[in-house]
């Protein structure tokens, strides 16, 4: 497993590919936000035009997991619009995929997106249908997130996936307004991050809607604190979230330097955000 530490971009900045990715994603834009160089596993946004439909009837060889950013899909007569995740594994028919209204959907494939026309069994256990953020609102409980300081502060969390072999997650954090934290962290495992809504600080500068981060284990982070409060979704790899904990050097303020950590190709998408002033 080996993606390059991206700490962090904004994917706001981004252009849109001018070409389709393959046939299975035929008239559909995208951003590439990370790739895994031996399992091909990526992260990226899509994007469907209003009207799309997919004609060639494929099927994808790998998982896909999706959450919709605006817009709205339909697959298998199954409306998925913003707000709304969903785990489709390997060999998934669909029958019907289009989008009436367009899209904009971040999509996870566990590697290399092939296809097939031919009809395989798929793993039905691990099919989630439909998990709307909105509509079924938070848990009522930090059961399966190990961070006992976001948990403490009154900010809530969405479990959406706990895989039953390798024990990876994904999950929503709602962080309260005007959370600072006391302590720095680090994790055994892979995060990886795309901020929904809102901003958040942290020793890496301020990331704001869109921003996206990947970063490898053992890297010790934060603290973080937000103002406006913020809405993340976050993956981990390699296993379930576990926090550990460090004392901090100084308090957490306002006031953080922007030092991000990015591959030379994506530096240009990863700039300061300046504050447009209006008169
Ligand atoms: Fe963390």
């Not at 339909?74 to 707000?83: H, K, T, V």
């Not at 309260?176 to 006391?182: A, L, N, T």
Request: glycine share 8%; aromatic share 12%.
């Amino acid at each position: 497993m080996s993606r390059q530490h991206i700490e962090f971009i904004h994917t706001s900045d981004m252009p849109w590919s001018k070409k389709d990715f393959n046939n299975f994603l035929e008239g559909i834009k995208y951003k590439i936000l990370s790739i895994d160089n031996d399992t091909k596993e990526i992260s990226v946004i899509l994007k469907f035009p209003k009207g799309w439909k997919q004609k060639s009837n494929l099927n994808l060889l790998v998982d896909e997991e999706i959450y919709i950013l605006s817009g709205s899909i339909n697959i298998n007569n199954q409306e998925l619009n913003e707000g709304c995740y969903s785990y489709l594994p390997a060999n998934y028919p669909r029958k019907l995929f289009i989008s009436d209204n367009g899209a904009e959907v971040l999509s996870f494939f566990s590697g290399k997106l092939s296809y097939t026309k031919k009809i395989n069994k798929y793993n039905k256990n691990n099919f989630i249908k439909k998990i709307s953020l909105f509509n079924d609102g938070w848990d009522n409980n930090y059961k399966g997130i190990n961070s006992p300081e976001i948990a403490s502060s009154g900010s809530k969390k969405k479990l959406l996936r706990t895989d039953k072999k390798n024990g990876d997650q994904t999950w929503i954090m709602g962080i309260i307004p005007s959370y600072q934290e006391k302590k720095v962290e680090s994790h055994p495992v892979v995060q990886e991050c795309f901020i929904l809504n809102g901003e958040i600080e942290g020793n890496c500068g301020t990331m704001v809607k869109g921003s996206y981060f990947w970063r490898p284990r053992d890297i010790l982070h934060g603290p973080y604190g937000t103002k406006t409060g913020c809405t993340i979704l976050s993956r981990s790899k390699g296993g379930k979230l576990i926090v550990d904990y460090y004392d901090l050097d100084k308090p957490f303020d306002f006031n953080s330097t922007h030092q991000v950590v990015v591959p030379e190709n994506l530096k240009k998408f990863s700039r300061k955000k300046i504050k447009k002033i209006k008169f």
